[in-house]
């Protein structure tokens, strides 16, 4: 027995001098064999002080680092509202690249229409072997952004119609609505499709815009609005006058100056001043984008969507007190 096992030690000696040389060989022909790290970046469009993008990456990381060991996610804040123009595009581009470009990316997730352009327009020179996918984009702008079928993402479906519906429930007088929104392409797209969204309302409210008023007017304006006056938020990034904002800093004062209550579909406005609606959850948001992020790194699925979640929260001390 003593030489048996003698004799299978050998073996196992001989048969790992055999093949050690061969395995290192073929991990420095091709070191990416050896790196089992997956590599995921975030490109945001916008700045780091929304809400919204520090609640979406949570969700994105919780979910993720949940499921994958050996995991490194990357944030770019690309800020192109703020820094528009080819110009800045263009330098962007180039330190993404030469910044990137002795690190292997599995996998880019682009927010928002703006992000996803940014990408889709450069990736040849930017991310051409990673994998790409979306998130925040709704239904309407992935046609206008002529985003390709095959193109995996997770797809923002907010209606304005449950809020208003809401509304009316807690304010059945209400004879007139008012939707505020800012002048930035990703807000006016929105005012370009909600009137579709609520021409179930046209035969018993009367609807008007306001989303080309200079700040200071609109703080003065939302005061005088009588009672009856429905007000929905849709986020306000840039006024009239061309000044950019965070939308939930500008809710936040304008329900403290409204004469009648706010309504809004972001649940990181409740708790703000505004009374809420169907309101997006973005950590839940994060938590699916991260879900199909890992599917997508470890099944390579094509044109993998999913609908992100709303529901319904109210503050309701925020209708009380607009009441007294």
């Known amino acids: 027995m003593a030489r048996y096992k003698a004799y299978l030690t050998d073996r196992r000696r001989v048969c790992f001098r055999l093949f050690l040389p061969t395995i290192l060989g073929i991990l420095l022909i091709n070191p990416a064999l050896a790196d089992v790290t997956r590599r995921v970046l975030i490109v945001n469009p916008y700045d780091n002080a929304l809400p919204v993008a520090g609640l979406l990456e949570a969700g994105i990381r919780r979910e993720m680092q949940s499921e994958l ?176 904002f965070i939308p939930r800093d500008v809710d936040e004062n304008l329900a403290g100056a409204a004469s009648v209550p706010l309504y809004g579909g972001y649940e990181t406005w409740v708790g703000h001043g505004n009374v809420g609606g169907n309101v997006e959850d973005f950590e839940a948001e994060g938590r699916q984008t991260g879900r199909l992020a890992v599917r997508l790194l470890n099944e390579h699925p094509v044109g993998q969507r999913m609908v992100a979640p709303t529901h319904t929260m109210v503050d309701w001390r925020q209708l009380c007190s607009a009441g007294d």
């Not at 996918?133 to 985003?147: A, I, N, Q, S």
């Not at 080309?212 to 840039?238: C, F, Q, S």
């Open 69 to 244: 060991r050996d995991l490194e996610i990357y944030t770019e804040f690309l800020d192109i509202e703020r820094f528009p123009g080819p110009q800045y595009a263009a330098r962007l581009a180039a330190f993404l690249r030469d910044k990137y470009a002795g690190r292997r990316i599995d996998l880019v997730i682009a927010m928002a229409p703006e992000g996803l352009d940014f990408l889709m327009q450069r990736r040849k020179i930017l991310f051409p072997e990673s994998q790409l996918m979306f998130t925040r984009l709704t239904e309407d702008e992935l046609r206008v952004w002529h985003v390709p079928m095959d193109l995996s993402g997770i797809v923002s479906r907010y209606d304005p119609a449950p809020t208003v519906d809401l509304a009316l429930h807690l304010e059945p007088d209400a004879t007139r609505l008012i939707i505020l929104a800012g002048t930035t392409g990703g807000t006016q797209h929105e005012v370009a499709v909600t009137p579709d969204r609520l021409k179930a309302f046209a035969h018993r409210l009367k609807i008007t815009y306001w989303s080309n008023l200079a700040m200071a007017d609109l703080m003065r304006d939302v005061g005088r609005l009588p009672h009856g006056t429905l007000v929905l938020d849709l986020g306000i990034d840039r006024d009239g006058a061309g000044q950019l």
